[in-house]
């Protein structure tokens, strides 16, 4: 059974850092993109950030790049979410997530079929 576990959320002041953990069981981690992405109240869930299955590749929204940076160790089965110079904009759930398919690299979410409970990120001005 796959399950994603988020780890790191937290209350922080605008101009903060924060870096999120995603911890996966059940699975090849090694052989999958992993994805994050957030929800704000109100707001669809959206894309933030992607790594390819052997790190090789990422990609990031306008909105966070420069500021938040994606890492996997397929060694420990965990990826990572650095972010900073936070914004009270980037409050939301942050959820990590792994498509169906492997070794193929998304940032859609209907791509991406196992998904974590999520954690608070709270920005505050």
């Given at each position: 059974?796959?399950?994603?576990?988020?780890?790191?959320?937290g209350?922080?002041?605008?101009?903060?850092?924060?870096?999120?953990?995603?911890?996966?069981?059940?699975?090849?981690?090694?052989?999958?993109?992993?994805?994050?992405?957030?929800?704000?109240?109100?707001?669809?869930?959206?894309?933030?950030a992607?790594?390819?299955?052997?790190?090789?590749?990422?990609?990031?929204?306008?909105?966070?790049?420069?500021?938040?940076?994606?890492?996997?160790?397929?060694?420990?089965?965990?990826?990572?979410?650095?972010?900073?110079?936070?914004?009270?904009e980037?409050?939301?759930?942050?959820?990590?997530?792994?498509?169906?398919?492997?070794?193929?690299?998304?940032?859609?979410?209907?791509?991406?079929?196992?998904?974590?409970?999520?954690?608070?990120?709270?920005?505050?001005?």
């Open positions: 059974q796959v399950q994603l576990v988020e780890f790191g959320g209350s922080v002041p605008a101009g903060g850092s924060l870096r999120l953990s995603c911890a996966a069981s059940g699975l090849t981690f090694s052989t999958y993109t992993l994805g994050w992405f957030r929800q704000a109240p109100g707001k669809e869930r959206e894309f933030v992607a790594i390819g299955w052997n790190g090789g590749r990422t990609d990031y929204a306008d909105s966070v790049k420069g500021r938040f940076a994606i890492s996997k160790d397929n060694v420990k089965n965990t990826a990572y979410l650095h972010m900073s110079s936070l914004e009270p980037d409050t939301a759930v942050y959820y990590c997530a792994v498509p169906r398919l492997r070794y193929l690299f998304f940032t859609d979410p209907p791509s991406y079929e196992y998904w974590g409970q999520g954690t608070q990120v709270t920005v505050s001005s």
